[in-house]
T-cell receptor, first 114, second 118 residues
Framework: DAKTTQPPSMDCAEGRAANLPCNHS???????VYWYRQIHSQGPQYIIH???NNETNEMASLIITEDRKSSTLILPHATLRDTAVYYC???????????????FGKGTHLIIQP | NAGVTQTPKFQVLKTGQSMTLQCAQD?????MYWYRQDPGMGLRLIYY???????DKGEVPNGYNVSRLNKREFSLRLESAAPSQTSVYFC?????????????????FGPGTRLTVL
C-alpha cells in the first residue's frame, strides 16, 4: 500500500471550513483514498473514500488532485465535536490475500477552536 | 441497530491470566477484524475473518487466538496475558468477503476494550 503524509496537527475556528491535506505521491491506479477519524477514547469512524473523482457525503467532501498524488478532506462547517485525529489511508483494491485490514499512521490532530 | 458492540469496556488482568474479548455485529457483515492500538500509535491488525468459519492472521497475531462463532460474533482470546498486551482493542466489521474489490468495503468499528495487564 502507498504511504501517506499528513501534518501532525491543525487548528480551525468553529463554523469555518476545515481543510485537511494528505500526500500520497506513490499511489497506484487501483488504490482508493480513505479517510477515517478517531475522537478521543472512541473507535475509528469512517468518513469518506474515493478513487479519482471528488466525493461528497453528509459528513465531508473529498477532493483528489488530477494526478491523484494528493487529496484534501473538507469539513464544511467545523464544530467542536469535530476535534479528533484524522487518518488518510490508501488501499489496494481487492487485496484479500494478506492482512485485509486498515493500517493507520499518526494522522492529523484537528483542533476546533471556539 | 447497534452496529458493532464489544464487551467488556475495561479489563485489568495479572500476567499469565486468560480472558476472551467479545465482539458482535448486527449489520449482517461477512468480514470481521480485531485490532490493537497502543498509546500514540495507529491501529495494527491482529486477526481477521473474511467469512463465517474462516480466520487469518494479521500483522501482530502472536499471543492471541480468535473464534468466528457465527456470522455475528468474533471473539479474541488471550491465553496467557503479558504486560506487552496492554492496549486498546477494537473490533470492526465490513460487508465484503476476501476477493471483492476492497475499495467498496468500508470497515465499521466498535467502541473498544481497554485492557491493562499488570
Amino acid at each position: 500500500d502507498a504511504k501517506t503524509t499528513q501534518p501532525p496537527s491543525m487548528d480551525c475556528a468553529e463554523g469555518r471550513a476545515a481543510n485537511l491535506p494528505c500526500n500520497h505521491s506513490t499511489i497506484s491506479g487501483n488504490e482508493y483514498v480513505y479517510w477515517y477519524r478517531q475522537i478521543h477514547s472512541q473507535g475509528p469512524q469512517y468518513i469518506i473514500h474515493g478513487l479519482k473523482n471528488n466525493e461528497t457525503n453528509e459528513m465531508a467532501s473529498l477532493i483528489i488532485t488530477e494526478d491523484r498524488k494528493s487529496s484534501t478532506l473538507i469539513l464544511p462547517h467545523a464544530t467542536l465535536r469535530d476535534t479528533a485525529v484524522y487518518y488518510c489511508i490508501v488501499r489496494v483494491e481487492g487485496s484479500g490475500g494478506g492482512a485485509d485490514g486498515l493500517t493507520f499512521g499518526k494522522g492529523t490532530h484537528l483542533i476546533i477552536q471556539p | 441497530n447497534a452496529g458493532v458492540t464489544q464487551t467488556p469496556k475495561f479489563q485489568v488482568l495479572k500476567t499469565g491470566q486468560s480472558m476472551t474479548l467479545q465482539c458482535a455485529q448486527d449489520m449482517n457483515h461477512n468480514s470481521m477484524y480485531w485490532y490493537r492500538q497502543d498509546p500514540g500509535m495507529g491501529l495494527r491488525l491482529i486477526y481477521y475473518s473474511a467469512s463465517e468459519g474462516t480466520t487469518d492472521k494479521g500483522e501482530v497475531p502472536n499471543g492471541y487466538n480468535v473464534s468466528r462463532l457465527n456470522k455475528r460474533e468474533f471473539s479474541l482470546r488471550l491465553e496467557s496475558a503479558a504486560p506487552s498486551q496492554t492496549s486498546v482493542y477494537f473490533c470492526a466489521s465490513s460487508e465484503g468477503t476476501s476477493g471483492r474489490a476492497w475499495g467498496t468495503d468500508t470497515q465499521y468499528f466498535g467502541p473498544g476494550t481497554r485492557l491493562t495487564v499488570l
